[in-house]
């Protein structure tokens, strides 16, 4: 983990770690991830960085901010965007993408989810999914025919993209879904919210003629103190990080729901992203004090900081596994 691995003859972008931060000083700084070297910086010049997302081929980074998405080359020195998606009113928050590549998804304050294909020339999205109030996060199944939905009203909704079906979840009423994730395997859902609390569910496949995934909820975890932003699944599938408002980022173990570890510094306040390692060990964290870190996340010890911004980092794209043909 976090050397630069082995690379292919051609030394592509796609052979190396990749680490960026986005935050609220209108920059994407594109990190060495073993030195804390920053190596590239990018303005983007018309608002904070919301959310930054690895395409599947590590070629492109995407970045959601106010009314658009922007897609930058990595492999380039080029410090513009090679892409803009526009159409969209309101600040963008969440963006992903299938898992090959076919097509990019994002959700916004324009109380929507939208699909844009990217094999197309037309740079509109292609299909749109309407809720009531502002969107915070959308995660896509690993199924990739299923995405979830995160309101401010504290509604999931399931959009079923084969049927354009949708059914609805509400775990705690008067709390906004901050953050939705699904592991790998698809056998487990996490949900935090504006209270601090975290959501598990058991994930299965409907049986008989029901079509869709069938989740069992499991029991309700207090997380955090206030405020919850982040979770995310460990690649392993056996943690599940949690970040908060409460200057804290926590990690659980999803066999039990138990606590294994809070991450905390006494600079960081708001602890607003996450992203792990591949090996499941370390993790990386953006925190309102303008710095990101490395966590070894069986110790709780910081490995690295990232120093450059000069606002809160809101966002944290990375990717450590190597690229084997």
């Not at 492109?60 to 998405?69: C, E």
Request: charged share 20%; proline share 2%.
């Amino acid at each position: 983990m976090m050397n630069s691995g082995r690379r292919h003859a051609s030394g592509n972008v796609g052979d190396q770690v990749i680490l960026a931060t986005g935050g609220y000083d209108h920059q994407i700084r594109f990190w060495q991830a073993h030195s804390g070297v920053c190596q590239r910086t990018v303005q983007h010049q018309e608002s904070q960085v919301n959310d930054l997302e690895i395409t599947p081929d590590r070629k492109m980074i995407a970045a959601a901010g106010y009314q658009r998405i922007r897609m930058y080359d990595l492999a380039s020195t080029n410090l513009n965007p090679i892409v803009n998606y526009d159409g969209v009113q309101r600040n963008i928050t969440a963006v992903g993408f299938q898992e090959d590549g076919k097509w990019m998804f994002t959700g916004g304050e324009d109380n929507s989810a939208r699909i844009w294909d990217l094999r197309s020339r037309n740079l509109q999205c292609q299909r749109i999914f309407q809720v009531s109030t502002p969107v915070n996060t959308v995660c896509l199944h690993p199924n990739q025919v299923e995405m979830f939905v995160g309101d401010q009203n504290g509604v999931i909704h399931i959009w079923d993209l084969r049927t354009d079906n949708n059914e609805q979840l509400i775990p705690e009423t008067d709390a906004s879904i901050q953050s939705i994730d699904i592991d790998r395997e698809g056998t487990c859902m996490a949900a935090v919210n504006n209270k601090g609390s975290c959501y598990f569910w058991s994930l299965s496949r409907c049986s008989g003629e029901m079509v869709g995934t069938q989740l069992t909820l499991r029991p309700k975890v207090n997380a955090h103190q206030r405020y919850a932003l982040k979770c995310q699944f460990s690649p392993d599938s056996t943690l599940l990080a949690t970040t908060s408002g409460d200057g804290t980022a926590k990690i659980w173990r999803t066999s039990d729901q138990t606590e294994l570890m809070e991450l905390k510094d006494k600079n960081q306040r708001w602890v607003w992203d996450c992203s792990f390692s591949e090996d499941s060990q370390y993790i990386i964290t953006a925190s309102s004090d303008n710095v990101a870190r490395l966590w070894n996340v069986n110790t709780g010890d910081v490995v690295r900081e990232y120093v450059g911004h000069q606002k809160a980092v809101t966002c944290v794209a990375f990717r450590d596994i190597v690229n084997v043909d």
